[in-house]
């Protein structure tokens, strides 16, 4: 019988982050990843590949794409990155409704290839449930996660800018990174259109700009989705992992698709779980005092459907039918983009791997910013640039012509691109198909899940305030977009969340305010399937803090023997 203190299911941010903790922490820990090993620098093979050199000068073929229809929507899936996403064709989902679902099989997971964007929840997120009735209250508040968000921001190393602007937080920064000549002027202008209401800051980022023991600072190369050799931004493979190894307790199984988790009914906990081995298919079972399980949001949800028995026939948890179900993200692709005149003698070095942010300013509780046509928030990811030579120089120049115009920048362009919340809805679920099944036999996921009136309405007000401030700003040519548009455009984005719910009852929810299973006590869910609501922010910073929350107290109580 293999036997562990802990075993973690997956190693993307959240997994890292329980390893880590829990390793340190004494616990004999075992990892469990369904996909490949990548070591750190030395599986990185296109990091240090110069584009040009790239067949097809790094573009995609329509063969590639056509193979690979959700993964190469998201903007890092690329020929040199297309190692670190599934190929479509062998991991196929069910989507009831379009919905991208965006996947990274190897040590690590998707924390090689994420946005590296950090926010912290503020009480504006975590009251909006019980302020506006969509969803359940979280139970928790601002105060019982903020030492979290400071420990684990002094680890993963965060650049950003003290602003305090109470519903986002500060948090624990290095330095930020600059502003261009151009958001240094927007950043001037808004000021002086409006105040303290809305104001540009720069974007907080797990990209170094300061060196933490072996990693970084960040060489503004903006290759991340590549993996980075020098450590420069945050990633379970750079930091959590490494740290875990080093204490000599982690044990590493790659290639481990877990199909459920086991249930003890004179226990009533779980005492393992059972795995197919990728490589040879064969089933082998692990077993451990307390389970973590973080494989994400809808494949930790399938994971739980799929492990039924005598106590659980509908789901390891979900008595109560909650598991799958209130799936929630965040909705993009709506905002403007405008062209300026000037500062053509100004330009930028090296290539930032964020830009700047401007946060949320609409319905924060008074008159002066609420709606009555939506609830809740959106905010804006920015940047400026000149354009580069690939903006067509005239067909008609030729020889020194048309080397001239391939050398000289182009004009300056600003888009606001927003990240609006999604409301909790029980519809909007996964499920487990009851007859298709993959190539091992395990039942297909099928999501269904789309926005409603409240983001159509939301993204309306994302469209047209872009649209008025670029023009206020002083921004000519302005051009709205919304994908919400476009038949079939995917409009949610890769920050899924929700399905295995936090809450104060059982029967709405499926963990308690330490993330352990109401009716599974030895069992912890940390990653994204753990949040009651969406927020606005980008969510990775609070999924390592609910994390490193969840295992102090989960050693605190197999120490007390209450696991």
């Known amino acids: 019988m293999q036997t562990y203190d802990a075993i973690v299911i997956g190693s993307g941010i959240s997994g890292g982050w329980a390893a880590k903790e829990l390793c340190e922490k004494g616990l004999k820990t075992l990892l469990l990843e369904r996909g490949r090993m990548v070591e750190h620098v030395k599986d990185y093979p296109t990091a240090n590949d110069h584009s040009w050199n790239e067949s097809h000068h790094g573009n995609a073929t329509l063969a590639a794409k056509k193979a690979n229809p959700v993964q190469s929507s998201i903007y890092a899936w ?13 991991h196929p989902y069910v989507q009831e409704k379009p919905f991208g679902w965006i996947r990274g099989y190897q040590l690590g997971g998707r924390s090689l290839v994420w946005g590296r964007q950090c926010y912290r929840f503020s009480d504006l997120d975590f009251e909006a449930n019980q302020k506006d009735g969509f969803g359940i209250d979280w139970p928790i508040r601002y105060r019982d996660i903020a030492p979290w968000y400071d420990y684990v921001e002094r680890f993963v190393g965060i650049s950003g800018s003290i602003e305090q602007i109470p519903h986002l937080p500060d948090g624990v920064f290095q330095p930020p990174m600059e502003m261009n000549c151009l958001e240094q002027e927007v950043k001037k202008r808004m000021e002086k259109l409006y105040g303290k209401d809305r104001r540009l800051i720069m974007g907080r980022v797990a990209n170094l700009s300061e060196r933490i023991g072996n990693r970084g600072p960040c060489q503004y190369r903006n290759k991340c989705h590549l993996g980075c050799p020098f450590g420069g931004y945050f990633s379970s493979n750079s930091a ?61 949800a399938g994971i739980l459907l799929n492990s039924v028995s005598e106590v659980f026939p509908n789901g390891l948890g979900n008595n109560y039918q909650q598991v ?22 100004q330009y930028y070095s090296g290539r930032r791997a964020n830009g700047p942010y401007l ?166 869910i940390t990653d994204g399937s753990c949040m009651s609501s969406a927020g606005c922010q980008n969510p990775s910073l609070t999924y390592m803090a609910l994390t490193a929350r969840a295992c102090d107290f989960a050693v605190a109580e197999l120490k007390k023997q209450n696991l």
């Open 324 to 345: 799958g179900h209130n799936l929630i993200n965040h909705h993009v692709g709506a905002g403007a983009s405008g062209s300026w005149e000037g500062m053509d003698d």
């Open 359 to 524: 946060p949320r300013f609409r319905n924060l509780g008074n008159s002066a910013t609420d709606r009555a046509d939506y609830l809740r928030g959106f905010a804006y990811q920015t940047s400026a640039e000149r354009q580069g030579w690939a903006r067509n120089p005239n067909e008609y120049e030729i020889g020194e012509e048309l080397k001239k115009g391939l050398i000289e920048p182009g004009i300056w362009t600003m888009s606001f691109g927003g990240f609006g919340e999604q409301l909790p809805f029980y519809e909007n679920h996964i499920r487990l198909h009851p007859t298709a099944k993959d190539k091992w036999g395990q039942p297909l996921i099928v999501v269904d899940c789309e926005i409603k009136e409240n983001e159509y309405a939301m993204r309306r007000d994302m469209v047209e305030s872009a649209a008025e401030m670029l023009e206020m700003l002083g921004f000519s040519n302005i051009q709205t977009f919304d994908r919400a548009t476009t038949p079939k455009a995917r409009v949610l984005s890769v920050h899924e969340m929700g399905t295995a719910r936090m809450g104060m009852d059982k029967k709405t929810s499926a963990v308690n305010k330490f993330n352990q299973a109401h009716e599974v006590k030895n069992l912890f």
């Open 240 to 300: 959590t992992i490494p740290a875990a190894v080093a204490t000599g307790k982690l044990t590493i199984r790659p290639f481990s698709i877990v199909t459920e988790l086991l249930y003890d009914k004179e226990t009533k906990k779980c005492k393992g779980v059972r795995l197919i081995d990728a490589e040879t298919s064969e089933f082998k079972e692990y077993y451990a005092r307390i389970l973590f399980l973080n494989a994400s949001t809808i494949a930790s």
């Open 78 to 90: 690329s020929p040199a990155s297309r190692h670190f996403f599934v190929e479509d064709e062998e």
